[in-house]
């Protein structure tokens, strides 16, 4: 069943009952072209209507590195000497396209767990800032690289990773700068979660663990609790609290509630019904 | 005159001058049910009308903790029976008055510390979302609880949580998984501002220390301060620029202004009027 | 060439090829008059306009300190026995004249690090929070003062400092009560990107050493850069992925691309072409 | 059972099942005054609780006119010689809780049907633009008369007027210079949907009429109808699509759809549940 | 070349050069079902990637009518037993598919005319909304239809309609009463842009005529105003003249410009480049 | 005094007392060109700082028409064998101020009336939409020009116009077509609000006639107005009751009130002090 989450660039494992682990493997540094993004957004868009998947980690399947981000022939798309009018609405609509991608992860309505390890740049800060939580093997090293290739970066990191750590004084540094910084400091600025000492190995190890925990609470509680977050970051507070009120009128007809309830009377673990398939 | 702020489950008192220490008082564990939620809500609402109160202190009376949060029984008061639409609708009336009651405290217009020790689950963290200062007690204990019973938060934990900390990672990590965190890791994120060794009695102490320096202050300014940055919360700077001049245009006319700049001369302490009553 | 950007109250000197330095000079304490924030902001709106100046670092020339804030005399512009309508009206132009100078530092096309050391209260607070970046002086003390003197920060503290530190609890504490802090709890909270051991000489050292690494990464990119950045503080995730396509429809259409890539492959330092005049 | 909706200055009938019909009652102008203001925000908000009330007909008992507006005494309520940010706070507060009288009538979940005649001035205007759907008698005469009497609408007018008829450049005229516009203009610039011959006794007849055949309609649907038409005039195209389809989700369960179509099939009028009281 | 554009219930012409023509094609209402509006979706976001279409008129082949509006049947999809949430959930997807169907419309790039005649209910409201320009054949009727099943017009009418005619109280009574309105009704209020004697023949023909005039024009003009005018709707006007700074910075280096001037000075029509393929 | 209002190519005159007169004066077509429209833009900003001027009418000196549009040499500034990015960057600079003098119009604090006669084509659309009210001889004819020099109208006119009429099928037809329009249809379609029998010098008379009503009133009011009226356009109703009130709470303390209530007892026509000089 977990093949069905495959793809030429992506491995698909179920290392725990509802938890999906997806790894890239595009040897030898999971560079990013067109078919490799693509293929990973169509992979969370299905993920999004399945029941069964209650989270995801997306890891690396190579035992060195994250991504090293973009593959480098995938930004000569264009002929330089086309009228540039036209040459510009190719490039809107294509950027738009490689943006819906990554942020098939935001929309995926169950959590998505970033598990990073050696080196993530350029692009892996898009992807990991389209998740909904990060964490770092302590031999982690990131960059917000893209002004060394002589651009903005336009596929998730500028609108999300301000909003993720809270500090424009660092986002700024670090995104005119290009500057290196490894898990500690993304600890300490709030990009990553938690630091697991070691590589890959471990970081995944932590991240199926942590999902495991996620995928045991009621996941209409959890949809609903990540849906509302989204619907919070780019909204005031007056807004969301109304929003929420809406969005709750039907979630808490849930059958969830009672057996949370009940459970918690009997002191037994809770069985929550999966989500419908949509 | 204390008493004119006391309810059945609110201690209300006056520690200094201009100050308000408000303890939430339902033994065992000072579990919140409808009754109490609008009583507190309620309070707050005379506390902004009032003129003479500057600052207010949010605290537990129990020795133990602040609060583990919403009584179960409130979330029974629907019947599974009726039909959803019917029951949608009224959910979402409840929800919206249970909002209310804990945006009274966003909405009393003088600031308002949380004093939090021992455990502070649930609707804890609501309430001290709502709050403008935390301070945490060395053995303060918080959960974002509200997936183990089966429902997203919805009464302004999602909507100001992650205002507060400027943390995403961290926010939806606290929020899916329910993990308790102290309040060292608390203060390090942000949630608190500070961290009192000790329990109830010091922390109750050094907020109403913190709220007596801030009672001290030009009550227009501090009030005026409060306003701007809810505004800035939820508004782009621009916008927020626009509106703080037009707020200005009034309040820089108040005598507070040619006090504070006397006091500053002869190094006397300023003595500022109150606010009018509402 | 450095003199046409100098002032009356202002030095400034180019220490490394497109780094522009501007000091403060206004002796004993930089305090700002109307006059000093004009000419600011008249000439950040010149380097706007230049091409070569590629970085700005902001610090003050005395040695002492940032600087202590308003000259106080500045308060005490209007009557106050003028009827309240009139006298508010011109206050409110009086205000938004005030923020345009601080803001001039944020509609700067090219990144701006603000450099502080010894004293920085009251407008250096709003004037590091117009900044992209900050780096403090490891003597550096900071405080939010202007409830001090009888009213709320109206010229961009309170618009820019929460988004910045993403701390609201120690936001509000700082905001209300004007508790100075130090350079280290400044880093902590994520006001400023660094400390640096020293004062005065050393802070700048390090601004213009981090601006020059700025200066030497294509102009197109990290001007894009700051200007999505700022767009994204401001607006939801979906329409900042949406105005970053139309802004990079044109702007990778930039020579920066292939020079970046080329130099990659060489392996040599790429020479940029300096941004149009305008 | 009508008296429950009655007060000292408004009279209420049920002239057809599920119709509320509210009169203006306060000879010899429908001169409004606090203690007026306050009753009819009261009387919507209950009005809003109730689940067998579908449709009201807000008009004036009295037999020559709407209302001539707002009570000239209740502007002289406070104290010229008041220190100006103490007036001004609580002269914000009185604005405050006028304006939440007259948006009790958009807050309320039911249509409400504005039945005008004579005269209608000043906070006529701002009333009726609160409502859903506006008629007018023949004999119908408007103005937005606030600025004669020295002060710019505060109540709604300014808020709502311009987002009904849709034409700025009659909204500023008529507001800057206060000319009084007819019913046939009224109609034309789309401030009301249609004009009924004759004066009160028709317009109402004609108002009860609409009110009736609203009633007849799902009452989910129609409240649905309401609360969405305000989420789509204050709220992006896409925002709104997307709170609909939140808003759906729920209200698609409703068995006033199998009703609908049943009745579709034999030809039957529908009969419809009430809403839940709340 | 048509027939790329055709479907099965879709009839796909090119009546002059540049102008596509799209008919409804289901006897004997064109009542829509789910696959005849994803059809309808995907064909338009064909369109929106061809570059040689500049415009599309948007009709029913039917000689009696628009639409219908939605076939019963689809109503029915969802099982009234199933649990609340979960049939609620898949309703939330079912109505995001279907309104990105008729949002297809919209988001076309180049202008799209509705054209309609004889009964245009229910869902006809929707997808004319989505239209760019509507004109009526003098026999068209219209209604907001949705409330007579039971529901609120989720898929466009009560996000877009209230939009186009700038008039709150027309809107509302419409969608309230279900009132069936007529072609002059349609024209006076603005819902139509003309209302063409006769009916189907007359009006596609005058569809067709007013397509083939804005296919002369620049299509970069043309195209650059639909996106522009969707921005200013749900924009401020401050951020609407800002973005469109942004997007002018490269639209104005179009030869369209150049091409556009000759023309003028030589007389002759000007003949402008096709859009490129996306 | 008039002078210091006058220009190259604007007359200035004083027709009525507080009432200013300002005429395009560019024969033999008014044609724009940079010098004039910042010459424009630079009056409407002294005006806003007069107190004198209450109202301003915006009219053609020329006896045929109001202005052509745009000089078509204006267009053509920047070189085309430029870089694409630089050469935009400069590009969007130049609109922006370009912008910037016709928003003066709207930002200047007193209503300003437009005035137009025979043609009124492409610019003169996006200077009529920042004008508080327009009025038109009979003979007036517009077009929205820009599609035929192969550009989508930047200054303005897409973000104005369709909110002045509250009409999107007309708006978007008029766009993409440039068909002209005449008066009566300016009117239908609220572009206009009135259309005065003749030319020019009997819409000048009009306009003046309003103008001077207007500038009867109390000038606080007015410009309150205004001041609400724009920010009521650009914000939900909420957000714009909530900014009114604190508007309010310092323009309600005015001394135009009791003069205004003093007049209404004594039936005498009040004489209202000046706004302050800025």
Not at 181 to 187: N, R, S, T
Request: with cysteine; proline share 6%.
């Amino acid at each position: 069943m977990a093949d069905a989450y495959a793809g030429k660039f992506l491995k698909a494992t179920f290392p725990t009952q509802h938890v999906l682990l997806l790894e890239f493997n595009r040897p030898p540094v999971n560079a990013f072209h067109e078919e490799f993004w693509l293929e990973m957004g169509a992979i969370f868009r299905k993920v999004d209507r399945d029941g069964d998947i209650r989270v995801v980690v997306l890891a690396s399947a190579l035992p060195k590195l994250f991504t090293a981000g973009i593959d480098i022939t995938a930004l000569g798309k264009f002929d330089p000497k086309e009228e540039p009018v036209a040459r510009g609405f190719r490039t809107r609509v294509y950027i738009q396209e490689f943006q819906a991608a990554i942020s098939a992860i935001e929309e995926c309505r169950v959590p998505v767990i970033g598990s990073s390890h050696g080196v993530a740049y350029g692009l892996a800060i898009d992807i990991l800032s389209a998740c909904d939580i990060r964490l770092a093997a302590a031999n982690s090293i990131f960059s917000i690289k893209e002004v060394d290739v002589g651009l903005a970066a336009d596929i998730g990191t500028l609108a999300r990773f301000p909003k993720i750590i809270g500090n424009q004084s660092l986002t700024r540094e670090l995104a005119f700068s290009t500057r290196p910084f490894k898990a500690d400091e993304a600890h300490q600025m709030g990009f990553v979660s938690r630091v697991v000492p070691g590589s890959r190995e471990e970081v995944v190890k932590a991240a199926v663990e942590l999902a495991t925990v996620i995928a045991s609470k009621s996941p209409v509680a959890v949809v609903g609790t990540k849906h509302l977050l989204l619907h919070s970051r780019d909204n005031p507070v007056r807004d969301n609290l109304s929003y929420t009120a809406t969005w709750n009128q039907l979630a808490l007809q849930t059958p969830d509630l009672p057996i949370a309830a009940g459970s918690a009377l009997t002191k037994k673990t809770p069985q929550f019904r999966s989500l419908p398939k949509l």
